[in-house]
T-cell receptor
Framework: KNEVEQSPQNLTAQEGEFITINCSYS?????LHWLQQHPGGGIVSLFM???GKKKHGRLIATINIQEKHSSLHITASHPRDSAVYIC?????????????FGKGTHLIIQP | DGGITQSPKYLFRKEGQNVTLSCEQN?????MYWYRQDPGQGLRLIYY???????QKGDIAEGYSVSREKKESFPLTVTSAQKNPTAFYLC?????????????FGEGSRLTVL
């Protein structure tokens, strides 16, 4: 089964710090999703990317296809960014069961 | 506003009982999915449907059943055959081939078996 590894599992930082969450996957993909899970459990899609870089507000997602690696960056972090961040890799040629999720990174931003 | 509505948010069940979790979307999406989330694990696919009146098993379908009689509705039944049903359940949808479109999720349903 295709594997998706996230690091770190847990991250605590101070408000204003620059945050990086990493995601590695094992085989070629069609797309990679970054998701945010709120403390209440609901999940919101942040990015879907297949190459390069995307930016939305203080969030930046990058992907390196050759290295099979993606990063999610948060600039000027804020306590409201505290959440679980999940990456999910969509594998080329796969069906719905070809979407593999990482275990998530639990981020806490302290004021 | 368009979105996915899951209900109930919390559900308690006695062993041996079947329960049904509701998932409704008004996004006009063809594809709908049910995932299970357990502590320390990634989301795992239970069932998915890419069109009305059709659905396929995911990785962990045993002990679950679904129906897709309407485009907007994809209910999940957790049967008494599911050996460890206590978990957080998430419904999702997207417009077509899942890897080509943004995923939308509901707020989840937390099932506890007493």
């Amino acid at each position: 089964k295709n594997e998706v590894e996230q690091s770190p599992q847990n991250l605590t930082a101070q408000e204003g710090e620059f945050i990086t969450i990493n995601c590695s996957y094992s085989v070629g993909i069609s797309a990679l999703h970054w998701l945010q899970q709120h403390p209440g459990g609901g999940i919101v899609s942040l990015f879907m990317l297949s190459s390069g870089k995307k930016k939305h507000g203080r969030l930046i997602a990058t992907i390196n296809i050759q290295e099979k690696h993606s990063s999610l960056h948060i600039t000027a972090s804020h306590p409201r960014d505290s959440a679980v961040y999940i990456c999910a890799a969509a594998y080329s040629g796969g069906g719905a069961d070809g979407l593999t999720f990482g275990k998530g990174t639990h981020l806490i931003i302290q004021p | 506003d368009g979105g996915i509505t899951q209900s109930p948010k919390y559900l308690f069940r006695k062993e041996g009982q079947n329960v049904t979790l509701s998932c409704e979307q008004n996004l006009n999406h063809d594809a709908m999915y049910w995932y299970r989330q357990d502590p320390g694990q990634g989301l795992r696919l239970i069932y998915y449907s890419q069109i009305v009146n059709d659905f396929q098993k995911g990785d962990i379908a045993e002990g679950y059943s679904v129906s897709r009689e309407k485009k907007e509705s994809f209910p999940l039944t957790v049967t008494s055959a599911q050996k460890n049903p206590t978990a957080f359940y998430l419904c999702a949808s997207n417009a077509g081939r899942w890897y080509a479109g943004e995923l939308f999720f509901g707020e989840g349903s937390r099932l506890t078996v007493l």
